[in-house]
DNA sequence: TAAACAATGTGTCGTTTGTACGCACACAGT
DNA sequence: ACTGTGTGCGTACAAACGACACATTGTTTA
């Protein structure tokens, strides 16, 4: 029985080079929010055999680069995104599920404000798409999606993480709009004010909406101030170099 | 800008055997419950720089198994355990986390009844060691012992996994002692049988402990029929092969 | 044999949290 | 001035949570 723990890595290299055959990628689910959807950034395949198909946003893993680091460096690439949120989900290692060869994924997912970034995208064959309008990504693409949804759906009620999806100001109203687009469903506007003032994740700006049809509502902010110091997930896990 | 999706790996090979130099592996904590106490299955590192350091069971990725193949076979291979509980946590993917060279891990976890599976510890250098009592795991495997012990933590309120842990029939109390060992908590007697009665995750076996020093308790088995069709979050993400 | 002891088994009551819903107020457009 | 639409606030009822007191059953001990 041969384990990582008992033999130098070079002592395996050594003895078998079939070790080695894997290679490592990430894979990043990039949210935004617009028109009151939830949207999520793809690319173009450029394979043959997934040609008109839409994938995620990967790269593989450079040997001298912590794997949280490539998945910052494929968001920086791709839309020039630098301090953004994002969190590790899943690492995905069926054999078969690239067909190009052995390639474990870890996935990703982001939180942007799609208007902090619109300028980048034109350059690249990048491209928003409502997630209740996608169809088949490549390889295994809408199982890493579904499963990014889902950690999404169930992280935001219980932690303040859809700001980095707004701009910096927002009304009541776009917030809920947000979670209903998270959630999937319609949420009662009285009980969604109440609860959200009742958690303190707000402050007021006594500032109000412009160029509305409507009468404006009140813009707010995100309570960092009750937030800092804590952690996120990824930081939680992250070594100290 | 390269990534997997636009080209074969067949083609990185030869531009690049660099993206090759990442090894892969599995680490699983193995849980168990013993004397009102979360344990966990720990093997001495054989490492010169890790000398009488405890580790988790891990093993490198081979080219041609799935992730979660890889995870149960380390299972097996140690401790013959076959259908047991088995969820991944995270992958822990930092440049520097293996003194002996680039190791991208990913953690398991694994709850089994100690009882059921007692002779085959004796072969191996393995141990149970309290979850209380473990000083300095070697690598970073106290980080990822934590992690998965915060995980295990979120989850057995909402999810009937704790089980696992337990034999075919066990009394309230048992039960009860092992919700504060993950917790580290105390809890109400009164109210821990209320909500667990409530939920419907207890089957009456119309049986009382035997040999017990004190009025025996009812004996309770796991409601399976209640989650039958439900997937774990392994199942979920697995690729139908 | 009876009292002391230890652990099981059950109910109550007040508080908090969640959900459904009614209504007044403010702004925009006609 | 009137109407439509959305904001802002309060009330009422139901479910979940937590603290707590007392009766029951079997073992041990005087």
Redesign the pocket.
């Given at each position: 029985m041969t384990t990582v723990s008992q033999k130098t890595v070079k002592q395996l290299k050594s003895e078998n080079r079939d070790y080695f055959q894997i290679a490592i990628s990430v894979d990043c689910v990039i949210f935004g929010f617009e028109n009151g959807e939830l949207k999520v950034l793809l690319i173009r395949s450029d394979l043959e055999e997934y040609k008109d198909h839409w994938t995620l946003l990967g790269d593989l893993v450079k040997p001298d680069e912590d794997l949280e680091s490539a998945s910052y460096r494929v968001l920086k690439e791709r839309t020039g995104l630098m301090d953004v949120f994002l969190e590790q989900v899943y690492t995905f290692g069926d054999v078969s599920r690239h067909p190009a060869g052995r390639v474990i994924s870890t996935a990703y997912y982001s939180l942007v404000n799609i208007k902090d970034h619109q300028l980048r995208l034109a350059h690249n064959q990048l491209h928003w798409h409502p997630i209740n309008e996608i169809n088949a990504l490549a390889f295994d693409h809408t199982k890493i999606l579904n499963t990014c949804i889902s950690q999404l759906q169930d992280k935001i009620?219980e932690h303040p993480i859809v700001f980095n999806l707004l701009p910096e100001k927002f009304?009541?109203?776009?917030l809920?709009s947000l979670y209903e687009a998270i959630l999937g469903t319609k949420?009662?506007?009285?009980?969604f004010?109440?609860?959200f003032?009742?958690m303190d994740w707000l402050v007021d700006m006594n500032e109000?909406?412009q160029?509305?049809?409507?009468?404006?509502?009140?813009l707010y902010q995100f309570n960092k101030g009750r937030f800092e110091g804590e952690n996120t997930e990824a930081s939680k896990h992250a070594q100290v170099v």
């Open positions: 009620m009304s009541l109203r776009e809920q949420l009662d506007r009285r009980n004010r109440k609860k003032f009742l109000v909406e160029d509305v049809p409507h009468r404006p509502g009140k």
